[in-house]
């Protein structure tokens, strides 16, 4: 949606933007591409209710590849002190 100013010109006021949540082959890459989508949905000064379902639903997918990384670091053999989580 597109609104007039005063200077003639227009600018985009409203309207809606497709946001891709799927996650990808690397639960690491999946955090990065959630962190995103969480801080693109959050953007404006007044989320939607649907901006915050998509943040949301963002943070559930980081929770969920998070538990990946800590599954595939207890099930190796060899135990690292340095794991990462990412909130």
């Known amino acids: 949606e597109y609104t007039t100013g005063p200077d003639g ?3 985009i006021t409203g309207g809606e933007v497709s946001i891709d949540v799927s996650e990808e082959k690397k639960p690491e890459d999946t955090i990065k591409k959630m962190v995103q989508v969480k801080k693109a949905a959050l953007a404006p000064a007044e ?17 969920k590849a998070n538990a990946e990384i800590l ?3 207890s099930e190796n ?8 989580v990412y909130v």
């Open 9 to 11: 010109k227009k600018y």
């Open 47 to 63: 989320p939607s209710d649907a901006d915050r379902n998509i943040a949301a639903k963002a943070d559930q997918i980081i929770a």
């Open 71 to 73: 599954k595939k670091y």
């Open 77 to 84: 053999s060899e135990k690292t002190n340095n794991i990462s």
